[in-house]
C-alpha cells in the first residue's frame, strides 16, 4: 500500500480510537484531527447539548460537513465518532484520494468498562448500556466490517494496534 493520503480510524466508541490516533500522529507526524472536537469547535456546542438541543440526525449532518472538510486535507490521522459509519458519504469522504479507513473492534463488555465511568456519550445515557452496546455493535457490525483494514483490540495495548496498523500498510519511517 502507498503511503496513504490520510488514515482514518473508525469504530464503536470506547474502542481506543482517541488514543491509538494520538499514538499513530507520535509514529508518523500525521496530524491528529478528532472529527467531534471539530464538530464541537464549529458549533460553539458539545456534543452532548448537541444532540440534546438539535437532535440527533442535526448532529449527524454536522458530523459528515466535518468529514468532508477534513478529508480534503492530507497527512492526517483522523479519529471519527462512533457512529459516522452509517452514512456511505462519510466513507467515501474518507478514502477520497487514497484514504484509508481502519476500523478497531471490542467487546460489548470491553467497550462497556471502558465507557461507564463518562457520562458524555448521549447514546449510552440509558438504563441499561451493556444491552443498548451489544445491540447498537449488532446492528453496526455490518459497517464497520467494511473498513479497508479491520484490527481485533482484544488484549493488544496501544501501541500493538499502532504498529500493527503501520505494519499492514506497510507504512515507511
Ligand atoms: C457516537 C459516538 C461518539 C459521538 C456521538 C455519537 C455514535 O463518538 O460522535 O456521541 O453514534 O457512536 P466516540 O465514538 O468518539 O465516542
Do not use: C
Amino acid at each position: 500500500m502507498a503511503v496513504p493520503r490520510n488514515i482514518a480510524l473508525t469504530g464503536f466508541m470506547g474502542t481506543g480510537k482517541s488514543v491509538v490516533a494520538r499514538t499513530l500522529g507520535r509514529l508518523t507526524g500525521y496530524n491528529v484531527v478528532d472529527v467531534d472536537t471539530f464538530v464541537e469547535r464549529e458549533s460553539g456546542m458539545n456534543i452532548k447539548d448537541i444532540f440534546e438541543s438539535k437532535g440527533e440526525q442535526a448532529f449527524r449532518d454536522m458530523e459528515s460537513a466535518a468529514i468532508e472538510r477534513i478529508s480534503r486535507g492530507r497527512g492526517q490521522v483522523i479519529s471519527t465518532g462512533g457512529g459516522a459509519v452509517l452514512r456511505a458519504g462519510n466513507m467515501e469522504a474518507l478514502r477520497l484520494g487514497g484514504g484509508v479507513v481502519v476500523n478497531l473492534r471490542a467487546t460489548a463488555e470491553a467497550v462497556y468498562e471502558r465507557t461507564r465511568h463518562t457520562g458524555h456519550r448521549p447514546l449510552l445515557q440509558v438504563d441499561d448500556p451493556l444491552a443498548r452496546i451489544r445491540e447498537m455493535i449488532a446492528e453496526r457490525e455490518e459497517y464497520y466490517e467494511n473498513a479497508d483494514i479491520v484490527i481485533d483490540t482484544g488484549e493488544l495495548s496501544v501501541m500493538q494496534v499502532a504498529e500493527e496498523i503501520l505494519e499492514i500498510i506497510r507504512w515507511k519511517r
